[in-house]
């Protein structure tokens, strides 16, 4: 544990009351949502589709090695997925795409909010330990300035572009279905269906298209992720997921 996680972690639950009465008041000027957990369970199927589309053309390409999955860690991968989707998608598309979209152009909001998003997946790489007694003032700017710019010489950039189009994608189902729970349900789905392809299927190979078993690394997930959003903009028309 380093200084830095416990401060991110108290700070999080420091400001968690103020960011709910936000998230509350933006609530209040949007329609009421029905059917949320239809609209759940369809978006965490999509989901599982794209992940399973990212694993399964690979597969057909490069050998792998399949470990079976016990039910006891498929519950446990099924409620990380559920409370972690939640969460992020609350923060990030419910209150900060939120407020923004009412501040600027739709395009604008998903462009910058996506950044956020995919900004906060990367840690700081300076850090101080916890056990450390003496702090000092250069300390506590250096950790501030890491906070606000993680390493960014040494960020994945592959992976910074593969997380800002899924913040995209997620944005955008959130845009046209005016329902949080399309964005959640696709989050989770995503993240439930990548933990049980990491954990079941091994490639001995990494391949510049295909990536590896850290998904996340892959052209091929930008692709698919970018088909996915152009064809939910695209049929916005007839897309109501919650009727």
Known sequence: TTFFERIRLISFFLFAPCLLKIYRQLEENRPNHSGKCKAYWQFFGIGILLIAMIFG?????????????????????????????????????GLIFGAMVNAMKPFQA?????????????????????????????????????????????????????????????????????????????????????????TCFSFPVTNSFFGSNHLFDSPLAILLIATVGIGIHSYHGHFHPTK
């Open 57 to 93: 053309l690979k597969s057909l390409v490069f050998d792998f090695s399949f470990t079976p999955l016990k039910i006891p860690l498929l519950v446990k991968f099924l409620l990380a997925a559920a409370f972690l989707s939640f969460l992020e998608e609350w923060l990030f598309r």
């Open 110 to 198: 998903i462009i910058f909010s996506s950044l956020i998003f995919a900004y906060f997946h990367f840690s700081p790489r300076y850090s101080i330990p916890a056990h450390h007694t003496f702090l000092n003032l250069s300390d506590g700017f250096r950790c501030f300035y890491e906070n606000i710019f993680p390493g960014l010489n040494h960020i994945a950039y592959l992976k910074f572009l593969i997380i800002f189009s899924l913040g995209c994608l997620l944005a955008t189902v959130y845009f046209h279905s005016k329902n949080l729970f399309t964005a959640i349900g696709l989050h989770g789905g995503i993240v439930f269906a990548l933990m049980i392809c990491k």
